[in-house]
């Protein structure tokens, strides 16, 4: 980046690049595991809802639409940390379920986003993560109605 220093960059800007940033280094991380961080993600929204949820609801948690999260599901499928079903009280949703292979590769999965949540906030006291995470969530609320 020459001739241009960070505090010349509009907010916008910085939190794109931090998002491009945590996004590569966590590709980066997981590739061992043959995953994607956008497929972490997913697999972490499954965990949290008791290992099963519908696709719906990560199409909800990540914010993404559906054509997107059916081929993240796929793509977990065929690597076998997910299998999916139809809902037996709802046929039109689509449970996603975690496979033992995934559950043994959370803990890593828990442990790269903990190393890499630290890396973001290396060098701030627990008030300025809590004044930057204040501010980013009014940035957020600023934005979803758009």
Not at 61 to 88: A, C, I, M, Q, W
Not at 92 to 97: C, D, E, G, P
Request: with cysteine; net charge neutral.
């Amino acid at each position: 980046m020459a001739g241009c220093s960070y505090d010349q960059l509009d907010t916008g800007h910085l939190i794109k690049w931090i998002s491009n940033r945590m996004r590569a280094g966590a590709d980066k991380h997981f590739s061992d595991l043959d995953l994607t961080f956008q497929q972490v993600r997913v697999l972490h929204c499954i965990s949290r809802g008791s290992g099963q949820v519908s696709q719906k609801q990560i199409e909800d948690h990540l914010n993404v639409s559906h054509p997107t999260v059916t081929g993240l599901v796929t793509r977990l499928e065929k690597s076998g940390y997910v299998t999916s079903s139809r809902d037996s009280e709802d046929r039109r949703n689509k449970l996603v379920s975690l496979t033992e292979k995934a559950r043994s590769a959370m803990a890593e999965m828990e442990e790269g986003r903990i190393e890499k949540q630290k890396q973001l906030v290396k060098g701030l006291s627990d008030g300025e993560i809590a004044e930057a995470n204040r501010l980013l969530g009014i940035m957020l609320n600023n934005l979803k109605n758009d």
